[in-house]
């Protein structure tokens, strides 16, 4: 398994503020990916973090909103931009080792936005 | 575009009783499919995996099977404990992006 650290556990944020969230993990890793748990909802990817470039997003996820940098194969980061209270969510890092089919996920990061 | 269903959406049993869960989903060309323990407000750990070229994979109390054919995978919990209560998430990767696409989860009660 795959050991993953995130921080901060939990904020209260203001809206029109910027947050970071760190995601480090034990060992190198392929993959790493972040994604957001909206309250009584099931997890929605937002992007690949890519190592030494711009991350993939997905449909709905935009990088201005989400700036995602990765500059090594243990650490990344996403900033949730410009909050709303729409942005409370927990959000996740998520990691993929080469030559393994199983995805580990951190703590969490619970965020409220007021 | 792959969609993932889950039932029942909740579940509460009495402590000592086999449960199954189950999980369907509308592309059957997948990789492999995963089964995960959320806790209330907390991080995803991971219970089974299976591959798309297996039946079943078990782990102590645990036995995942997949129909990849059909479409659906279960979840059997055998003597449930009140330990148990969580929610479990099923997700398969598909397509050629190997994106996980979740289900909508079913929130487990184990009763003393």
């Known amino acids: 398994s795959a050991v993953i650290s995130q921080k901060p556990s939990r904020d209260i944020c203001q809206r029109g503020t910027s947050l970071t969230i760190q995601c480090q993990v034990d060992?190198?890793?392929?993959?790493m990916f972040w994604y957001r748990q909206q309250p009584g909802q099931s997890l929605t990817l937002i992007a690949t973090?890519?190592?030494?470039?711009?991350?993939?997003?997905e449909s709905g996820f935009v990088i201005d909103k989400f700036p995602i940098s990765r500059p090594n194969l243990t650490f990344s980061t996403l900033t949730v931009s410009n909050m709303s209270p729409e942005d409370s969510s927990i959000y996740l890092c998520?990691?993929?080792?080469?030559?393994?089919?199983?995805?580990?996920f951190g703590p969490g990061t619970r965020l409220t936005v007021t | 575009k792959q969609e993932v269903t889950q039932i029942p959406a909740a579940l509460s049993v009495p402590e000592g009783e086999n449960l199954v869960l189950n999980c369907s989903f509308t592309?059957?060309?997948?990789?492999?499919l995963q089964w995960f323990r959320q806790d209330h407000g907390k991080g995803l750990t991971s219970l089974l995996l299976?591959?798309?070229?297996?039946r079943e994979q078990t782990s102590g109390r645990l036995n995942a099977s997949l129909d990849k054919s059909s479409g659906r995978s279960t979840l059997y919990i055998a003597a449930s404990q009140p330990g148990d209560s969580a929610t479990y998430l099923c997700?398969?990767?598909?397509?050629?992006?190997?994106?996980?696409?979740f289900g909508t989860g079913t929130r487990l009660q184990v009763m003393l």
């Open positions: 998520s990691v993929r080792r080469t030559g393994e089919d199983e995805q580990y």
């Open positions: 997700a398969v990767v598909s397509g050629t992006a190997s994106k996980l696409t």
């Open positions: 060992s190198q890793v392929t993959m």
């Open positions: 299976i591959q798309s070229s297996q």
């Open positions: 973090a890519n190592q030494g470039s711009e991350a993939t997003y």
């Open positions: 592309d059957s060309a997948i990789y492999n």
